[in-house]
């Protein structure tokens, strides 16, 4: 380039000029594409950041309005908040889109402007004399096998961080749910396992006094009333309690009685349409189950409630209000992953009874079956017979057995009427169904369909109970009446061995321990006979609390529920 | 009579108009059986039409018709504008417009999956994206790469002040590239995930929304692009992998020089790829000594490396089944089962009211782990093989008298072109003749 030479002189200033205008244009999009850029950034902080907070607040109004369902001071908050917070995402989301084409728009600018000034800048090529091309080729080569072997050790050191991670093989522990052994060990429902009423231990006391405190290990006042039973599963006991306005699930050391946590539960019913509950029969009749992870509770108004054991809520349902003549009082059974649930109500012909068998991890249901029968307040069992699985039901007007995993029918026999609270059980080969103040029948379950005339092997009247359920050592069968009368039946033929009145009022089921029968009476007396042909009275034991639960029996200790406190019995030396 | 062209014209247009009936719902909504709830039919989120079938043939010719052009703008025309022009229309077409899918290089994962899954058939538009640019790189190098990928467009519109990475560097960076094949092939395989769609660092800008990691990544490749040519290309890009081994092959191929090469030098830094090899200077004696060395101690150790990567293959291949979503859903479920975490997920919820046996799904699990077990040791071995062959490949001492492309390298984009004198000499000759 000549400075003498006015053209060229002229077209370099005007290249110059160009460049320079370019230039600019570039650095304008430039900053303009960074304002846009924080713009956008700081939006989208305002989604992450704001959006959270905003929703914990809705969530947490709806809680209110759970609890207070007619405050409409909470409703219109809720609706505002939820405009506020609808309008807000509607405005971002149209910021962020718009925002998007322009930063495109201001970075297409930005790149064209920037590549034309650098074009326009641009140095031709000047080749410097190249120097020692051989050693340059020798060290290339070098490094570039370095360079492969280094990719390899950071491969394999990626590979090593990766292969550290917690591997799981499926073949070990595989099942959701404890096994025969866990739940025999344990007392993880109404009346232990299979809810037999028959204790896996008998190291179990005999001897003890409510009054002088003998025997008597620990007592824990319970917060709210309640029927329900004790539940164990290792060092823990479950038990609920609840009043017309409040609903509570308990847990407590099994050791020292401590009580660790206690959760409320919330109920969908409306404060004004909750029943009145006979007393007798409690807000909190039915006893909890757990599957050794979990515990789960049910209450008369519906609400069924998950925790997990250290008190975290996992699920709520409400299943809708029974329709129960004396107040909602079924426990809840588990099979596998599956809690159980048997929901009658009203009368058969209402087509209200169900049979609900929730996922223990989330609540939802897996099957429901429609039952043909009107309200109860027995609660079902899962028997291992032969090698399937039962679930028996028992309502008026019969017993019905479902395969527990899809709720399909097995068989049933009409053989029980009437108002039922005693339980089924199974024992010595036999379905064993109670109707209250009429008779005791022995089912053969290997049946299919419908097995009233096929399969009872045979029914005893009189002495009847109508709340406790029976209990059998697989040999006798005993039953406790309201009344206080106790009678022993064989199981092989159904003969009556011997009856007697003790003079006493039972509403707690009896269960068995060892050869001995215990009987906890209304009053709080515990009798313990002998399991045999004819009656022997082993103990009578005062608790001086008046009881309705049954029992609950964990290694060398009985825990018994009064109507106010806890009461763990064992060997206090 | 009636002229066969009244015929036929309605029959075309009522042809064309069937094309919607093509274009059936892929999944229908669910029915809502528990609420009652019934879907709005005027919505006018459901009341999209689907894309027309028709649609997908156009894009198979617009990616011909693209790769011809390219190839005769490498080729014949050798214009870096044209070339770039064309890239422009396929950015916007391929990328903006077809919102970066379908792309060649995703479709490596459909053509794995319908060779291992009985289920799925691999629709003929997306085995033409497979193979058309394949095709015209055997043919052409690669001029797929040059002007019709929009992953590579995008990256070649930001490279602002191009930085010449040293070659040897390279050698261990492109490494990546043959992992990610691998492992793009074995979740493809495996039907775990289509990893290069999902972690494609620049759908989100095409889409103008996507996750904000996958746009972070995208925007720091893309810094990383405007110093360092096409860094995803050179040391990611899985279909570029074979789109390297076609390109050695290949009948044509760029080149510098339209003419003899007469060594001037100017083109040495023209390529921001570094996919211009100089002239070599003759090897010291004393280093084909050590050449020979390296090379037979490279073939000794070679089942060495292999056997090592194997193992690394192997030893990974249980956390990478993770991607897997039956095996994901089988340790979610084993987890909750053993009380390792806390609460369910939607996932684990829907599986347990199904009712399926969670036996049935550790079953499927654990077969999916085995696939994952081989497919790590394979993915091992074609590792190491890689690494032995680059390893020999850079210990071989090769000659070169003038200044040529790497064919592999090279992405044809043409803009070496006019830094050698003899193109400028040739510009200058047709534009005398067309005067």
Same mark, same amino acid.
């Given at each position: 380039?000549?400075?003498?030479?006015?053209?060229?002189?002229?077209?370099?200033?005007?290249?110059?000029?160009?460049?320079?205008?370019?230039?600019?244009?570039?650095?304008?999009?430039?900053?303009?594409?960074?304002?846009?850029?924080?713009?956008?950034?700081?939006?989208?902080?305002?989604?992450?950041?704001?959006?959270?907070?905003?929703?914990?607040?809705?969530?947490?109004?709806?809680?209110?309005?759970?609890?207070?369902?007619?405050?409409?001071?909470?409703?219109?908050?809720?609706?505002?908040?939820?405009?506020?917070?609808?309008?807000?995402?509607?405005?971002?989301?149209?910021?962020?889109?718009?925002?998007?084409?322009?930063?495109?728009?201001?970075?297409?600018?930005?790149?064209?402007?920037?590549?034309?000034?650098?074009?326009?800048?641009?140095?031709?090529?000047?080749?410097?004399?190249?120097?020692?091309?051989?050693?340059?080729?020798?060290?290339?080569?070098?490094?570039?096998?370095?360079?492969?072997?280094?990719?390899?050790?950071?491969?394999?050191?990626?590979?090593?961080?990766?292969?550290?991670?917690?591997?799981?093989?499926?073949?070990?522990?595989?099942?959701?749910?404890?096994?025969?052994?866990?739940?025999?060990?344990?007392?993880?429902?109404?009346?232990?396992?299979?809810?037999?009423?028959?204790?896996?231990?008998?190291?179990?006391?005999?001897?003890?006094?409510?009054?002088?405190?003998?025997?008597?290990?620990?007592?824990?006042?319970?917060?709210?009333?309640?029927?329900?039973?004790?539940?164990?599963?290792?060092?823990?006991?479950?038990?609920?309690?609840?009043?017309?306005?409040?609903?509570?699930?308990?847990?407590?050391?099994?050791?020292?009685?401590?009580?660790?946590?206690?959760?409320?539960?919330?109920?969908?019913?409306?404060?004004?349409?909750?029943?009145?509950?006979?007393?007798?029969?409690?807000?909190?009749?039915?006893?909890?189950?757990?599957?050794?992870?979990?515990?789960?509770?049910?209450?008369?108004?519906?609400?069924?409630?998950?925790?997990?054991?250290?008190?975290?809520?996992?699920?709520?349902?409400?299943?809708?209000?029974?329709?129960?003549?004396?107040?909602?009082?079924?426990?809840?059974?588990?099979?596998?992953?599956?809690?159980?649930?048997?929901?009658?109500?009203?009368?058969?012909?209402?087509?209200?009874?169900?049979?609900?068998?929730?996922?223990?991890?989330?609540?939802?249901?897996?099957?429901?079956?429609?039952?043909?029968?009107?309200?109860?307040?027995?609660?079902?069992?899962?028997?291992?017979?032969?090698?399937?699985?039962?679930?028996?039901?028992?309502?008026?007007?019969?017993?019905?057995?479902?395969?527990?995993?899809?709720?399909?029918?097995?068989?049933?026999?009409?053989?029980?009427?009437?108002?039922?609270?005693?339980?089924?059980?199974?024992?010595?080969?036999?379905?064993?169904?109670?109707?209250?103040?009429?008779?005791?029948?022995?089912?053969?379950?290997?049946?299919?369909?419908?097995?009233?005339?096929?399969?009872?092997?045979?029914?005893?009247?009189?002495?009847?109970?109508?709340?406790?359920?029976?209990?059998?050592?697989?040999?006798?069968?005993?039953?406790?009446?309201?009344?206080?009368?106790?009678?022993?039946?064989?199981?092989?033929?159904?003969?009556?061995?011997?009856?007697?009145?003790?003079?006493?009022?039972?509403?707690?089921?009896?269960?068995?321990?060892?050869?001995?029968?215990?009987?906890?009476?209304?009053?709080?007396?515990?009798?313990?006979?002998?399991?045999?042909?004819?009656?022997?009275?082993?103990?009578?034991?005062?608790?001086?609390?008046?009881?309705?639960?049954?029992?609950?029996?964990?290694?060398?200790?009985?825990?018994?529920?009064?109507?106010?406190?806890?009461?763990?019995?064992?060997?206090?030396? | 009579?009636?002229?066969?062209?009244?015929?036929?014209?309605?029959?075309?247009?009522?042809?064309? =108009?069937?094309?919607?009936?093509?274009?059936?719902?892929?999944?229908?909504?669910?029915?809502?059986?528990?609420?009652?709830? *019934?879907?709005?039919?005027?919505?006018?989120?459901?009341?999209?039409?689907?894309?027309?079938?028709?649609?997908?043939?156009?894009?198979?010719?617009?990616?011909?018709?693209?790769?011809?052009?390219?190839?005769?703008?490498?080729?014949?025309?050798?214009?870096?504008?044209?070339?770039?022009?064309?890239?422009?229309?396929?950015?916007?077409?391929?990328?903006?417009?077809?919102?970066?899918?379908?792309?060649?290089?995703?479709?490596?994962?459909?053509?794995?999956?319908?060779?291992?899954?009985?289920?799925?058939?691999?629709?003929?538009?997306?085995?033409?994206?497979?193979?058309?640019?394949?095709?015209?790189?055997?043919?052409?190098?690669?001029?797929?790469?040059?002007?019709?990928?929009?992953?590579?467009?995008?990256?070649?519109?930001?490279?602002?002040?191009?930085?010449?990475?040293?070659?040897?560097?390279?050698?261990?960076?492109?490494? =990546?590239?043959?992992?990610?094949?691998?492992?793009?092939?074995?979740?493809?395989?495996?039907?775990?995930?289509?990893?290069?769609?999902?972690?494609?660092?620049?759908?989100?800008?095409?889409?103008?929304?996507?996750?904000?990691?996958?746009?972070?990544?995208?925007?720091?490749?893309?810094?990383?692009?405007?110093?360092?040519?096409?860094?995803?290309?050179?040391?990611? =890009?899985?279909?570029?992998?074979?789109?390297?081994?076609?390109?050695?092959?290949?009948?044509?191929?760029?080149?510098?020089?339209?003419?003899?090469?007469?060594?001037?030098?100017?083109?040495?830094?023209?390529?921001?790829?570094?996919?211009?090899?100089?002239?070599?200077?003759?090897?010291?004696?004393?280093?084909?000594?050590?050449?020979?060395?390296?090379?037979?101690?490279?073939?000794?150790?070679?089942?060495?490396?292999?056997?090592?990567?194997?193992?690394?293959?192997?030893?990974?291949?249980?956390?990478?089944?993770?991607?897997?979503?039956?095996?994901?859903?089988?340790?979610?479920?084993?987890?909750?089962?053993?009380?390792?975490?806390?609460?369910?997920?939607?996932?684990?919820?829907?599986?347990?009211?199904?009712?399926?046996?969670?036996?049935?799904?550790?079953?499927?699990?654990?077969?999916?782990?085995?696939?994952?077990?081989?497919?790590?040791?394979?993915?091992?071995?074609?590792?190491?093989?890689?690494?032995?062959?680059?390893?020999?490949?850079?210990?071989?001492?090769?000659?070169?008298?003038?200044?040529?492309?790497?064919?592999?390298?090279?992405?044809?984009?043409?803009?070496?072109?006019?830094?050698?004198? *003899?193109?400028?000499?040739?510009?200058?000759?047709? *534009?005398?003749?067309?005067?």
């Amino acid at each position: 380039m000549s400075p003498e030479n006015p053209e060229i002189n002229e077209k370099s200033s005007n290249k110059q000029i160009l460049h320079q205008a370019i230039f600019n244009t570039a650095v304008v999009a430039g900053i303009f594409s960074i304002i846009v850029f924080g713009l956008l950034v700081v939006n989208y902080l305002q989604v992450r950041l704001l959006d959270p907070m905003r929703t914990e607040r809705l969530e947490n109004l709806k809680l209110q309005l759970a609890e207070k369902p007619t405050d409409e001071q909470i409703l219109t908050q809720i609706r505002q908040l939820d405009l506020q917070i609808r309008k807000d995402k509607i405005s971002r989301l149209n910021f962020s889109h718009q925002g998007a084409i322009l930063l495109v728009a201001g970075i297409i600018i930005f790149i064209s402007a920037a590549k034309i000034a650098a074009d326009l800048k641009r140095k031709l090529p000047m080749p410097q004399p190249a120097h020692d091309i051989q050693t340059k080729q020798v060290r290339h080569v070098t490094l570039a096998r370095w360079s492969i072997v280094s990719f390899l050790v950071l491969t394999g050191v990626f590979a090593v961080l990766f292969a550290v991670t917690k591997k799981i093989d499926f073949s070990q522990g595989s099942s959701s749910y404890p096994s025969e052994e866990q739940i025999n060990k344990n007392w993880p429902r109404f009346r232990g396992p299979q809810g037999s009423g028959v204790s896996f231990y008998t190291n179990i006391p005999t001897k003890w006094d409510g009054k002088t405190g003998k025997g008597i290990i620990w007592k824990t006042k319970v917060p709210l009333p309640g029927n329900n039973s004790p539940v164990i599963w290792d060092d823990k006991i479950f038990l609920c309690g609840a009043n017309k306005k409040q609903r509570q699930v308990y847990c407590f050391d099994r050791i020292k009685g401590r009580l660790i946590w206690q959760k409320d539960v919330t109920t969908a019913i409306p404060d004004g349409n909750i029943p009145d509950i006979e007393e007798a029969t409690s807000y909190a009749a039915p006893t909890m189950t757990t599957d050794g992870k979990r515990v789960f509770a049910i209450f008369p108004l519906g609400d069924v409630a998950c925790f997990d054991f250290k008190g975290k809520n996992i699920w709520n349902k409400n299943l809708g209000l029974p329709h129960s003549m004396y107040g909602y009082a079924t426990s809840l059974e588990m099979y596998q992953n599956l809690l159980i649930i048997q929901y009658d109500q009203a009368s058969a012909d209402d087509g209200k009874s169900r049979i609900f068998a929730l996922d223990a991890f989330s609540g939802n249901t897996v099957w429901e079956v429609k039952r043909p029968v009107g309200g109860s307040w027995t609660t079902p069992i899962v028997a291992k017979i032969g090698e399937q699985h039962q679930l028996i039901t028992c309502a008026d007007p019969c017993v019905i057995s479902y395969n527990p995993s899809n709720g399909a029918e097995i068989w049933r026999a009409e053989c029980v009427s009437g108002d039922l609270a005693p339980s089924p059980i199974y024992a010595g080969d036999f379905v064993f169904a109670v109707s209250p103040y009429n008779k005791l029948s022995a089912i053969k379950p290997d049946g299919a369909g419908d097995v009233t005339k096929s399969h009872i092997a045979w029914t005893v009247e009189g002495d009847i109970p109508d709340i406790s359920s029976p209990v059998s050592d697989g040999k006798y069968i005993y039953l406790a009446t309201t009344e206080g009368i106790l009678s022993c039946i064989q199981i092989s033929d159904g003969k009556k061995l011997w009856f007697k009145d003790v003079r006493e009022e039972f509403n707690a089921s009896p269960s068995i321990v060892g050869k001995y029968v215990y009987l906890i009476c209304t009053d709080g007396t515990a009798i313990i006979i002998e399991s045999a042909e004819e009656y022997r009275e082993i103990a009578r034991n005062e608790l001086g609390e008046e009881v309705f639960a049954s029992p609950a029996f964990a290694d060398g200790r009985i825990y018994i529920r009064s109507e106010e406190y806890l009461y763990c019995i064992g060997n206090t030396n | 009579m009636i002229s066969s062209r009244y015929i036929t014209i309605p029959i075309i247009f009522l042809l064309l =108009c069937t094309q919607t009936l093509w274009a059936v719902e892929r999944f229908p909504p669910p029915d809502f059986v528990e609420t009652d709830h *019934k879907l709005p039919s005027t919505d006018y989120i459901t009341d999209v039409t689907p894309r027309l079938v028709l649609y997908e043939y156009i894009d198979v010719a617009v990616l011909a018709g693209t790769l011809s052009l390219a190839s005769y703008l490498v080729l014949k025309n050798r214009s870096r504008r044209a070339i770039f022009a064309l890239m422009i229309f396929s950015l916007l077409y391929f990328g903006f417009w077809r919102k970066g899918c379908i792309c060649s290089i995703g479709s490596i994962q459909n053509l794995v999956l319908s060779v291992f899954s009985n289920s799925y058939v691999i629709p003929l538009t997306v085995l033409a994206f497979f193979i058309l640019p394949l095709a015209f790189t055997l043919f052409f190098g690669r001029t797929f790469c040059a002007a019709v990928c929009p992953l590579g467009a995008i990256q070649d519109v930001v490279l602002l002040r191009p930085l010449v990475l040293p070659k040897w560097l390279e050698s261990g960076l492109r490494l =990546c590239a043959y992992l990610y094949l691998g492992a793009a092939v074995l979740f493809a395989s495996t039907d775990s995930a289509f990893i290069i769609c999902r972690y494609d660092p620049f759908v989100a800008f095409f889409r103008l929304t996507g996750r904000l990691n996958m746009m972070i990544l995208g925007a720091c490749l893309l810094v990383i692009g405007v110093f360092i040519g096409r860094p995803y290309c050179r040391f990611l =890009c899985p279909y570029g992998v074979i789109l390297r081994q076609f390109s050695r092959l290949s009948r044509w191929h760029a080149t510098i020089t339209p003419d003899e090469c007469i060594k001037c030098r100017l083109c040495e830094d023209a390529c921001p790829f570094n996919a211009i090899n100089t002239p070599t200077a003759p090897w010291p004696a004393s280093n084909y000594r050590k050449s020979k060395i390296a090379i037979t101690s490279i073939l000794i150790i070679s089942p060495v490396i292999i056997f090592l990567a194997v193992l690394l293959g192997a030893s990974i291949s249980d956390s990478w089944s993770k991607m897997n979503p039956t095996v994901r859903l089988a340790e979610r479920i084993y987890l909750e089962n053993n009380g390792m975490v806390e609460g369910t997920i939607n996932e684990s919820v829907a599986f347990r009211s199904a009712g399926t046996p969670v036996s049935e799904l550790y079953q499927q699990a654990s077969i999916i782990k085995n696939q994952f077990k081989f497919g790590g040791r394979l993915l091992g071995c074609f590792i190491g093989f890689v690494i032995s062959l680059m390893l020999i490949n850079n210990s071989i001492q090769r000659r070169r008298e003038d200044y040529q492309t790497d064919r592999a390298g090279c992405v044809s984009c043409g803009r070496c072109f006019q830094f050698c004198p *003899k193109e400028q000499e040739r510009l200058k000759k047709l *534009k005398e003749q067309s005067a």
